[in-house]
């Protein structure tokens, strides 16, 4: 692999530490440290989240783009994360479902980076096949 090409790749970490919705909301300036940098985390966000969704959803929400899936595909997972995407979505999803995938678009994904721009993240794949 040309040393360019591996020092870029090396360098884009998806590392990230995550944090509860809980410890954030505790904080006086939240923040989480993505790829090595402060990021910080808009209290306003914090706060529709809470109204939302359980004080246990961990944050970034991670918003997964792999090439394997079809142009302009999004992945969410988590129980937590899928309800509160389908809420914002207006999307019908019960209280007590299990479901831990949603697939979303590149309109819905414009409507979700529009109300969460601090509180989510991309982490891309790329397949190789």
Known sequence: MDKEVYKFLHNLKSNFK???LNELLKEDKP???VNGQRHRIK??????????ISN???????LEVDS???SGTVKI???EE???????LGKGVSLFSEESILY??????REVRRKLPTTTQYLFRIGLN
Do not use: W
């Not at 209290?43 to 939302?52: D, P, V």
């Not at 246990?56 to 991670?62: E, H, N």
């Open 68 to 70: 394997s899936y079809d």
């Open 43 to 52: 209290k306003k966000e914090l706060e529709f989240i809470k109204e939302n």
């Open 18 to 20: 995550r944090k509860t």
């Open 104 to 109: 979303i678009y590149k309109p819905e994904l």
């Open 82 to 88: 899928v309800k509160l995407i389908s809420k914002i």
């Open 77 to 79: 997972e988590g129980i």
């Open 56 to 62: 246990d959803i961990r944050l970034p929400l991670i």
């Open 31 to 33: 923040y989480l440290i």
